[in-house]
């Protein structure tokens, strides 16, 4: 059945309109963004759908085909964030709930909606299936309330959303890939201002493959992390007197360093300065359509994350490892680390080709005795767009 056919059949009316909001996966750039930094995500072909009705009673139903439970009926003009997540009817819910309020709190008319999603973005994998949710449920108000707001406006207000209403501190990438990705390229974008531009990566055309490990674990230890290592980033500027390690070139990093007494912050500055440029780097490759030698670059970016940011951890390591042994041309942990996944160039095929890059990393992992992971290939494709 199509969403918009379980909607028909939840709410008894065929929905106003489907649209659709992928999910992402970082290339190279990370834990730059909340340094105002650089990061390079493309837009995964796995997609929130939501089918979406206007309602102008001030009622919003929400109901997911992805989690048990009913649909959960909430009144526009009473949401408010900090309150439980239970207080929304489902902890899921917070999430379309808080884009509603972020929408309403910027000052702009939405009232209430009928919604139905169904995903097929992994959730917790880091591959930003919440992102997802946000950004299909904000194109969708936006145009059934003729608001015409920008993707960037739309993306800024979901990641208000998520910090705001549900509580999670997290940077604005996920959402403007979401947002604003286009087929056959990566964002690159410039988390100060939002500016992004869309650089080619038609991997197919220049016979490539990119595949995300999802190693499906996730590791306690993760969840004070980000946030340590944010305050340590902030107190590197701080110590050197920059608004945010931005402003700190490549070329400045070692005098930066020498500057810096604290050896964990002097390691978190030394990433972020360096991963910024590895994306200048990525980005350089890539216009001069040299693909193959953007291998080396994302793992050069894992020993970063590794070593310096200490964000990586055993599964993440392996599946890296095993993939550079096999002959792919380079991989790297992606997202927030700590468990998720994990990102690998290879070529299509031959002896060095996906299919044998994945089926070693499989072997490493039964190997090790570690759960399988789950392994697919990441088409660069569209943003967010009406179905
Ligand atoms: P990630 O964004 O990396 O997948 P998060 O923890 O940020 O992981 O977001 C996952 C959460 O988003 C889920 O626990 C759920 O609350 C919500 N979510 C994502 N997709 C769906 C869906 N299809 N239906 C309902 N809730 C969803
Ligand atoms: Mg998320």
């Known amino acids: 059945m199509s969403v918009a056919e379980e909607f028909a059949g939840l709410y008894g009316a065929a929905p106003d309109g489907v ?46 085909a992805d989690v048990p439970g009913g649909i959960v009926s909430l009144d526009v003009a009473a949401l408010a964030p900090g309150v439980a997540p239970a207080a929304h009817g489902a902890d899921w819910a917070a999430y379309p709930a808080g884009v509603a309020w972020a929408l309403r709190e910027a000052g702009h008319p939405v009232g209430g909606a009928d919604v139905h999603v169904a995903s097929t973005v992994p959730t917790g994998a880091g591959l930003s299936s919440s992102a997802a949710l946000e950004v299909v449920t904000a194109v969708a108000l936006d145009e059934l309330y003729g608001l015409g707001l920008s993707r960037p406006e739309l993306a800024r207000l979901a990641q208000h959303a998520e910090n705001a209403f549900v509580g999670v501190p997290c940077g604005v990438m996920d959402q403007m890939a979401s947002a604003c990705a286009a087929e056959g390229h990566a964002l690159f974008l410039d988390t100060c201002d939002l500016s992004y531009r869309q650089v080619p990566f038609d991997l197919d055309a220049v016979g490539l493959r990119l595949l995300v490990v999802d190693t499906r674990v996730k590791h306690a230890l993760g969840d004070g992390a980000y946030a340590e290592r944010r305050a340590g980033c902030e107190a ?152």
């Open 19 to 64: 649209w659709a909001a992928p999910g992402r996966v970082n290339l190279i750039g990370e834990y730059t963004d909340f340094n105002d930094g650089f990061v390079l995500p493309l837009a995964l072909p796995h997609t929130a759908v939501a089918a979406v009705s206007r309602r102008d009673d001030g009622v919003l139903r929400l109901h997911s």
């Open 236 to 387: 590197g500027a701080r110590a050197l007197g920059v608004r945010t390690l931005r402003e700190l070139s490549y070329v400045q990093l070692p005098a930066a360093l020498a500057r810096l007494t604290d050896g964990t912050i002097r390691r978190y500055v030394r990433h972020v300065v360096s991963d910024n440029e590895r994306v200048r780097r990525t980005i350089e490759l890539l216009d001069a359509g040299e693909v193959r030698a953007v291998g080396p670059v994302l793992t050069e970016g894992h020993v970063s994350l590794r070593d310096d940011l200490r964000v990586s951890c055993a599964e993440l390591d392996l599946a890296v490892s095993a993939a550079n042994a096999a002959g792919a041309l380079g991989a790297r942990m992606t997202g927030g680390g700590f468990g998720g996944s994990a990102v690998v160039l290879a070529e299509a095929s031959g002896p060095r080709g996906a299919d044998e890059v994945a089926a070693a990393v499989e072997k490493a992992f039964a190997r090790a005795g570690a759960a399988a992971p789950r392994i697919f290939e990441a088409v660069p494709s569209a943003g967010a767009r009406r179905l």
